[in-house]
């Protein structure tokens, strides 16, 4: 798995812009909105479905039903890469 986290003082088109660069559709991905510790693991694992404006698209789900906003992405990591399918 390989992860990408974001830097810091990043904003939302240039987290967009990296996770872009980073994920294909179809990749599964887990995301994280702060680092792992032992208390907190994974938030969010799923297919990508869509780089919407304003958040990334999980499962084909909404953002209130499961997708993630880019500015609450802390570290997003490849499961499973589309193009090794």
Do not use: C, W
């Amino acid at each position: 798995m390989t992860d990408l986290t974001i830097p810091p003082d990043a904003d939302t088109d240039r987290i967009k812009a990296l996770v872009q660069d980073h994920l294909e559709i179809g990749d599964t991905i887990e995301v994280r909105s702060e680092e792992r510790t032992e208390d907190h693991g994974t938030d969010v694992v799923g297919d990508v479905t869509g780089f919407e404006p304003g958040y990334l698209e999980i499962d084909g789900q909404s953002l209130n039903a499961g997708s993630v906003r880019y500015d609450e992405i802390h570290t997003v990591g490849t499961i499973e890469s589309d193009s090794h399918r």
